[in-house]
C-alpha cells in the first residue's frame, strides 16, 4: 500500500445534505483493455463485477455506491446493451458492424473509470489505483496526437445558496488562467472544444461587485452565455438538479444529468507520466474554494481580475505571476 497522499483540505467540510462533502472523480485514458481495467479496478476495492453490456462494467460492493469502467462511447455503449440473434442475418450484419466501430474506437476513444461519490478519506485508494493502471500500461492524454482525455473532478455543493454558488464560480474565473498553465494542458485537447473558458461577456458579468442574483437569475444568466457542457467549469449538472425545467427549457441534452456538484472539466489526464497524480487536479480545485470561501479576498481579487481584462496590452502571463504573488493560499 502506497503512503498517503496530502490532499489539501477544503474550507467547506460538510455539503448541502449537512453530512461530510463527497466527490465523485471521472479518469479517461487509453492504453488497457476494458476488461483488463475492471478487473484491476476490481481486485484492489475488493468489489464485484458485472458486465452492463459489452462495452461497460458495474463493479458493486463500496458502501460508497457503484465503480464503471466503460469506453466513453455512448453510441457504441447504446449498441452494446443490444443481443444479438445468431441465426438472423440482420443482426450479424449489425453485430459486424458494431465489431468495426468498436476496433476504430479503441484507437481513438478512452477508456473511463467512473467512482462513486466519494469522502475525503477515500481519495487516497484513487491515487492508489492510478498507481496501479500507470504500472499496467495507461496512456494519457499527450502520449498520443489522437488523445485529448480529461481528469474531471465532482465535487459536492457545499450548500444549495446563490450566493456561496457564485463566489466559487467567480473565484474559478479569477483563477482559471492560472490553473490553465498549472495543469500544462497538452496541444491536442486544448485545440478541442471540450474544455471551453467562459465567454468574457460572461465574466464581466459575474464579476461585478453589483451582481447578486437570485438563484433564478444565476440560473439564467448562466444558461444565455453557456447552454453547452464544455466548459472548464460546467455547471449544468449541478443547475439540473437545482432548477430541471429551467435548463430543460434551453437544452434537451441526454448526456446533462443532474447532481449536487460542480464538474471540473478543466484538468488533462496524464496518468502515463510519473509525476502527474489525483493531487495537482485536487489542489488546483482547492485554491478555487479557498479564495470564495474568503470573501474579503475574493472582492479584492475580482477587483485586480477586472482591471488586468481592461487593461491595454496585459498579458495572461503577467494575471498568472500576479496570482501567484498575491491570490493563493499557500
Known sequence: MSSKTAFKTLPWQTSHREKPRRFGIEIEFSGLELQDVQQLVAKHLSLSSEESGRYRYKLSGDPAGDWLVELDFQLLAKMGEQKFDADSITDNMQESFESLLAAVAKQLVPVELVTPPLPFAQLDIVAELITKLRNAGAKGSSESLRYAFGLQLNPEIPAADENLLLRIIQAFVCLQPWLRQRENIDFIRNLTSYIEPYPAAYQQKILDRNYQPSMAQLID???????????A????????????????????????KPRP??????????????????????????QVEMLAYD?????????????????TGSSKKSWVSE?????LNL
Open 323 to 327: 496570482v501567484e504573488q498575491q491570490w
Open 233 to 256: 467549469l460546467d455547471c449544468l449538472p449541478l443547475f439540473i438538479h437545482l432548477d430541471k425545467a429551467r435548463v430543460r427549457a434551453v437544452t434537451t441534452n441526454k448526456l446533462i
Open 221 to 231: 444568466d448562466y444558461l444565455i452565455d453557456n447552454p453547452s457542457r464544455n466548459r
Open 261 to 286: 456538484a460542480f464538474h471540473y472539466r478543466l484538468p488533462s489526464c496524464e496518468i502515463h507520466q510519473a509525476d502527474w497524480s489525483l493531487q495537482r487536479a485536487w489542489d488546483g480545485w482547492a
Open 295 to 311: 470573501q474579503k479576498r475574493l472582492q479584492q481579487c475580482m477587483a485586480a481580475y477586472q482591471h488586468y481584462l481592461v487593461k
